[in-house]
């Protein structure tokens, strides 16, 4: 069964600090991956997305990796505001029945 | 360019009755996915359409459905409303497959009581 996990479900940071946030998938089998954050009652903004054949993508702060050999996907924050604090969820395209599936989410605070 | 649109964003109803949420994808993008996200399950996928035709379909009860018309706007309906069914339901576009990622609505909050 394919499964994408990520953890921690919460974390809280202060202000400044760069931080990781964890993404696993149970089959490398995968077309692409994408990260959005999710803020109170919205909708979900893409932040990232990374395609099969790519190791990793940047956009301002942000910077997420992808290691499909270990069904592992990382998304760094860097200099970290109180404004990052949201749901940040992945996304996992898996080949073998074209589904798209989302891990529950990591919830971060980032302390003022 | 404008996003997907969702209407309504919220909506009160009361077991029993039916329901039909619309979601508007952005100009061009042909694939619409529909999702159920709830605290405890997190987001649940309903079905896919793509060129007016279910591409693929999550494990719900035949009670959700969906269509899509040949402008792409999709629509997704609730019957025989149950209380376990109070969701923010989000849709996604795609240009034509979820494989050039999604792009979501802000979702239609329902409550059933």
């Known amino acids: 069964k394919q499964e994408v996990t990520q953890i921690p479900a919460a974390l809280s940071v202060p202000e400044g600090e760069n931080l990781v946030l964890n993404c696993s998938f149970t089959?490398?089998?995968?077309?692409?991956l994408q990260w959005f954050r999710q803020d109170p009652g919205k909708g979900l903004t893409s932040l990232l997305l990374?395609?099969?054949?790519?190791r990793e993508q940047t956009s301002g702060r942000l910077n997420a990796s992808l290691d499909k050999s270990s069904g592992r996907s990382t998304l760094y924050i860097a200099a970290s505001q109180p404004g990052d604090s949201a749901t940040y969820l992945c996304?996992?395209?898996?080949?073998?029945?074209?589904?798209?599936?989302f891990g529950k989410g990591t919830r971060l605070h980032i302390l003022p | 360019k404008a996003g997907v649109t969702q209407t309504p964003r919220y909506l009160i109803k009361t077991r029993g009755q039916q329901v039909t949420l619309s979601c508007s994808p952005i100009?061009?993008?042909?694939?619409v996915s529909w999702y159920q996200q709830t605290p405890g399950q997190g987001l649940q996928f309903l079905f896919e359409y793509f060129s007016e035709t279910q591409r693929n379909k999550g494990n719900f009860p035949g009670r959700f459905s969906g269509r899509q018309f040949s402008n792409s706007r999709s629509e997704m309906n609730v019957s025989t409303l149950e209380l376990g069914d109070s969701a923010l339901y989000l849709c996604a576009s795609s240009l034509e497959k979820p494989f050039y990622g999604y792009t979501f609505g802000s979702g239609t909050r329902l409550t059933v009581v």
């Open positions: 089959d490398s089998a995968i077309y692409n």
């Open positions: 996304a996992v395209g898996f080949d073998r029945d074209d589904k798209i599936i």
């Open positions: 100009s061009g993008h042909r694939s």
């Open positions: 990374i395609q099969s054949s790519q």
